[in-house]
């Protein structure tokens, strides 16, 4: 079966410091999303990825889905405490298929 | 507001007592899908639907059954609950077309 590794599994960071996370996996997947969940909350949806290779930004936060569609990393600048949380990425394989693969999470702590 | 809500937020039971867990979505989506989530397992989904009266098997759909009457409805029904059942249960829609998952605020459900 496909394999899904995010990393790192936790980081502590100072606030204001740049964040970078990433999940490979060993299948091709034509989507790459990027969610955030809050402690007792759903994930939130932070970035959609639909071309390999392609470069996407929302505020602070950027995401890249990896030219060889097996990969995609979350990069969060310079961080503030409200970015506490876990970040998940979630791909697809799109065509019609519904169905996310979710890694296993990144708890990211900020300290003030 | 566009949303995705579930009722109710927490439910504490007692095993082989007969649950519903609903969810309602306001955004015209097709897709809704049901998930669990259990410490160092992740997100896992139970079951999807790509439209009303359209359901499918996810990956650990046992003891769970669902229904779609309506488009905007999607309910999680427990015939006889047991411990293992004991998760945090999420609800989540896509428009049809888009792969981005809109998650609900989830269900904490206890079974003793």
């Known amino acids: 079966g496909q394999q899904l590794n995010q990393s790192p599994q936790s980081m502590f960071i100072q606030e204001g410091e740049d964040v970078s996370m990433n999940c490979t996996s060993s299948?091709?997947?034509?989507?790459w999303l990027w969610y955030k969940q809050d402690p007792g909350e759903g994930p939130v949806l932070l970035i959609a990825?639909?071309?390999?290779?392609e470069l996407t930004s929302n505020g602070r936060l950027t995401a890249q889905f990896g030219i060889t569609r097996k990969d995609s990393f979350l990069n969060i600048s310079a961080s503030i405490p409200s970015d506490v949380g876990i970040y998940f990425c979630?791909?697809?394989?799109?065509?019609?298929?519904?169905?996310?693969?979710f890694g296993k999470g990144t708890k990211l702590s900020v300290i003030p | 507001e566009a949303q995705v809500t579930q009722n109710p937020r927490y439910l504490i039971t007692v095993t082989g007592k007969k649950l519903t867990v609903t969810c309602s979505q306001n955004?015209?989506?097709?897709?809704m899908s049901w998930y669990r989530q259990d410490p160092g397992l992740g997100l896992r989904q139970i079951y999807y639907?790509?439209?009303?009266?359209?359901?499918d098997k996810g990956d650990v759909p046992e003891g769970y059954k669902v229904s779609r009457k309506e488009k905007r409805n999607f309910p999680l029904i427990l015939e006889s609950p047991s411990p293992n059942q004991t998760s945090l249960y999420f609800c989540?829609?896509?428009?049809?077309?888009?792969?981005?998952?809109?998650f609900g605020p989830g269900t904490r459900l206890t079974v003793t």
């Open positions: 989540a829609s896509s428009s049809q077309g888009r792969y981005e998952q809109y």
């Open positions: 299948s091709i997947f034509n989507t």
């Open positions: 990825l639909y071309k390999a290779g």
């Open positions: 979630a791909p697809t394989s799109g065509a019609g298929s519904y169905q996310l693969t």
């Open positions: 955004m015209n989506h097709e897709y």
């Open positions: 639907s790509m439209n009303v009266e359209v359901t």
